[in-house]
């Protein structure tokens, strides 16, 4: 059974650092493209960033270019999403979430999520 | 950066058909995927590439995609439908994945 439990979520102030972390479990990770999809509260699905298999190629959305990065490390079956300089427009729940191999274009399994707070 | 417009929201009568648009530029030359999200839980994935189904998904969620709109329609519609529906794209030109904005069914 595919497993994505995500985890460092916590209330943070303006301006502040944060780092989440997805375990990943029931599936080979290091074959599979991952992402991070947020949701403030009351508001819809936005994607946040993207890493492919290796790690060598990443992609992030203009809201969070040059203050996120999205990393994994493949031997211990994890994903991260490392936030700096953060806005009180961040605060959202955070979604680790699995490519589908074959259609990378395609989310196919989700985490629960892990609330983020950044106080103003 | 690329943009999918949804309706806020769709009422439907229970055994009837909800029919939810995703509207993009040029959307009918991209693979569209709908999400169901329910009230405090992950989203799960209910048609993918415009019109194929997941396994577990019942045969009445279905799929279209053409032009410029693509379409979720859910037939036979029961209470347990009820639930936020997402749709998803990926622009090769940005390489960013995009949602819709989201379409609250709300079944009478």
């Known amino acids: 059974e595919v497993q994505l439990v995500e985890s460092g979520g916590g209330l943070v102030q303006r301006g502040g650092s944060l780092r989440l972390s997805c375990a990943a479990s029931g599936f080979t990770f290091s074959r599979y493209w991952m992402h991070w999809v947020r949701q403030a509260p009351g508001k819809g699905l936005v994607w946040v960033s993207r890493i492919s298999s290796d790690g060598s190629s990443t992609s992030n959305a203009d809201s969070v270019k040059g203050r996120f990065t999205i990393s994994r490390d493949n031997a211990n079956n994890t994903l991260y999403l490392q936030m700096n300089s953060l806005r009180a427009e961040d605060t959202a729940v955070y979604f680790c979430?699995?490519?589908?191999?074959?259609?990378?274009?395609?989310?196919?399994?989700w985490g629960q999520g892990t609330l983020v707070t950044v106080s103003s | 950066s690329y943009v999918l417009t949804q309706p806020p929201s769709v009422s439907v009568a229970p055994g009837q058909t909800a029919r939810i648009t995703c509207g993009g530029n040029n959307i009918g030359s991209k693979s569209v995927h709908w999400y169901q999200q329910k009230p405090g839980q992950a989203p799960v994935l209910v048609v993918y590439d415009d019109s194929d189904r997941p396994s577990g998904i019942p045969e009445r969620f279905s799929g279209s995609n053409s032009g410029n709109t693509a379409t979720l329609t859910i037939s036979r519609v029961e209470a347990g439908d009820e639930a936020d529906y997402y749709c998803?794209?990926?622009?090769?030109?940005?390489?960013?994945?995009?949602f819709g904005t989201g379409t609250k069914v709300t079944v009478l």
């Open positions: 998803q794209v990926w622009d090769s030109s940005s390489d960013q994945y995009v």
């Open positions: 979430a699995r490519a589908a191999e074959q259609l990378v274009s395609l989310v196919d399994y």
